[in-house]
């Protein structure tokens, strides 16, 4: 019940506090989700992480989806929880092939940091003005996104270099 | 032993170069535990007094690849951490002998995948492959057994370019 009252509150609350913002939310098992345009995105995470009454403190993952023929190729998906209010919230961004790229979050959570990283390095999605955009997995000279779907399961044969016997 | 009633009786024994450094060098094969994911604890293990590898000369786990003659290369070995196994092989010392321990190592197992080097083999000098996911205790011992054999079987002049300065490889 408190969970529906906060839900409530959320969606008053962003509607008061912006105005001109578009989005749609839908729900899913209980867990909201909102769909929004890119260009929102920093806008949006300051005033959930900010406000009092929100305060989602916990960035708990990025992660993207590649839809391989839709229009808007990605989806970049956020995964953010408030401890004050126990509610997690999930924020998903289109994203389309020629413009790969999205408005880091680090400068909102901290720990956006390495996530984005994760993100770019297995999707190739680019974060603007993140402050260290490098891969975290694969290894630095690697030029493929291993989990785009037109990567090969088995890889790029000599893409990764091994040691000679 | 009958080391002690031979030398009772004569005061001396005779036998080859070969046959005594082969037997030194077997009772005490020097590991480097090379634990890279869950078969390093299946080593780990070997060393208790459970399954004690101390009993076959081995209990010496050196983490300095420097002093050590057997490499177990424990877990999957990624593309990423293929570099590092085989720089820390080239720092160990001539002879040297190594362990694919578990499925993973020897072939991939079941990380079928872009990521992960389809068997060590493929850029190490593999001794004995070793079965399981991960393998029993008693089968890494068999493994050691195996090498022991292997190395009972060495001659001295299998290492002709032998000295007491750790080989690295000329190249990265």
Same mark, same amino acid.
């Given at each position: ?48 992480? *900010? ?5 989602? *403190? ?69 974060? *603007? *003005? ?8 694969? %290894? ?5 996104? %291993? ?9 790029? %044969? ?8 | ?14 036998t080859t170069i070969d046959a005594l450094a082969a037997w030194s060098r077997k ?124 190395i009972g079987k060495t001659r001295v002049r299998d290492y ?13």
């Amino acid at each position: 019940m408190k969970i529906m009252e906060f839900k409530e509150s959320l969606l008053q609350k962003i509607k008061d506090s912006l105005p001109k913002f578009e989005f749609t939310s839908s729900e899913s098992i209980g867990e909201l989700t909102f769909s929004i345009n890119k260009k929102d995105i920093v806008m949006v995470c300051q005033l959930l992480k *900010n406000d009092p009454d929100l305060s989602f *403190n916990l960035c708990e993952d990025i992660t993207a989806i590649d839809w391989a023929r839709r229009t808007d190729r990605y989806t970049v998906v956020y995964h953010i929880f408030s401890m004050d209010n126990k509610f997690r919230l999930r924020l998903k961004c289109n994203v389309d092939e020629e413009d790969c790229s999205i408005d880091t979050v680090s400068s909102v959570w901290k720990t956006a940091d390495w996530e984005e990283r994760e993100t770019y390095d297995m999707y190739g999605i680019k974060f *603007n *003005n993140h402050p260290d955009l490098r891969r975290m997995y694969m %290894p630095e000279e690697f030029e493929y996104f %291993p989990l785009r779907k037109d990567f090969p399961l088995m890889g790029i %044969p000599g893409s990764l270099p091994l040691p000679k016997k | 032993m009958g080391l002690e009633a031979k030398l009772k009786q004569d005061g001396f024994f005779t036998t080859t170069i070969d046959a005594l450094a082969a037997w030194s060098r077997k009772n005490s094969i020097w590991p480097m535990p090379m634990g890279i994911s869950c078969c390093a604890i299946e080593m780990m293990a070997v060393g208790d007094p459970k399954f004690d590898i101390a009993r076959f000369g081995s209990e010496v786990m050196r983490f300095t690849p420097r002093q050590c003659d057997l490499m177990i290369v424990a877990g999957t070995v990624t593309f990423k951490m293929a570099h590092v196994v085989k720089k820390i092989f080239d720092q160990m010392p001539e002879p040297k002998w190594v362990i694919a321990m578990g499925a993973c190592t020897s072939s991939g197992g079941m990380y079928r995948s872009y990521n992960v080097v389809q068997g060590i083999d493929q850029f190490l000098p593999v001794d004995v492959y070793l079965a399981g996911c991960p393998p029993r205790p008693e089968n890494l011992l068999n493994a050691l057994i195996q090498i022991q054999e292997k190395i009972g079987k060495t001659r001295v002049r299998d290492y002709p370019d032998l000295t007491l300065e750790p080989q690295t490889s000329q190249q990265n």
